[in-house]
């Protein structure tokens, strides 16, 4: 079964706008890792963020951690049109690599 | 990312045959993985490898089973394979915390 669900299942804003996507998981967990793919591609990594760190940022990216709620959101401020793309949570709970993933939120961003 | 490649990339079969994924990396990870996309499912984890000698099952391993023939390579075989194994299937390899993903290979199985 999967560990994490990831709401909402798809979104649709305008450029410029910030999309914020979220991530509910079952289990501990060492870390937390948010993928990107573009359609019918390999996943790309864009950050991770460990089990005792409540917020990170890279770039126009921004995670946020709460263990305590089993939860994680993904925020992309401005975003643009080649930010269209689905976004994936996945956990690790033994930090081996061995990654549980969420079913994922479709991100459009519209000219 | 060109440091993992999958082969083939595209793959039609029929019921009850054979197949065979492959998967080679240039990073030099020690650990391998191979995954399934199916729609609204996210990715499910098959097998995985933390070394040659090292092969352990993943969540949906039932009907595949793999190779480690060196550091490099890590195979995916679909011993008689069925329609509902008709996926997207993925290679990664893993470093500090990340996993490094190939192109993907496409299968339809009729």
């Known amino acids: 079964s999967q560990q994490g669900e990831e709401d909402p299942q798809a979104l649709s804003i305008q450029e410029g706008e910030n999309a914020t996507m979220n991530c509910s998981y079952k289990?501990?967990?060492?870390?937390l890792q948010w993928y990107r793919q573009n359609s019918g591609r390999g996943l790309v990594h864009l950050i991770l963020i460990r089990s005792n760190e409540r917020e990170k940022h890279s770039g126009r990216l921004r995670v946020t951690l709460d263990t305590s709620k089993k939860s994680s959101s993904l925020l992309i401020t401005a975003s643009r049109a080649a930010d269209t793309a689905s976004y994936f949570c996945?956990?690790?709970?033994?930090?081996?690599?061995?990654?549980?993933f969420g079913q994922g939120t479709t991100l459009q961003v519209k000219p | 990312d060109a440091d993992v490649t999958q082969t083939p990339r595209n793959r039609i079969t029929k019921t009850g045959k054979r197949i065979m994924l492959e998967c080679s990396q240039t990073k030099g990870h020690d650990r391998m993985y191979w995954y399934r996309q199916d729609p609204g499912l996210g990715l499910r984890l098959i097998y995985y490898?933390?070394?040659?000698?090292?092969?352990n099952k993943g969540e949906i391993s039932d009907g595949y089973s793999v190779s480690r023939q060196a550091q490099a390579k890590f195979s995916l075989s679909l011993e008689s394979a069925i329609p509902n194994q008709t996926a997207l299937y993925f290679c990664a390899t893993y470093s500090q915390g990340t996993q490094y993903f190939g192109p993907g290979t496409r299968l339809l199985v009729l």
């Open positions: 996945a956990t690790d709970a033994s930090n081996t690599g061995k990654l549980i």
């Open positions: 289990t501990s967990i060492n870390n």
């Open positions: 490898s933390f070394d040659v000698k090292d092969i």
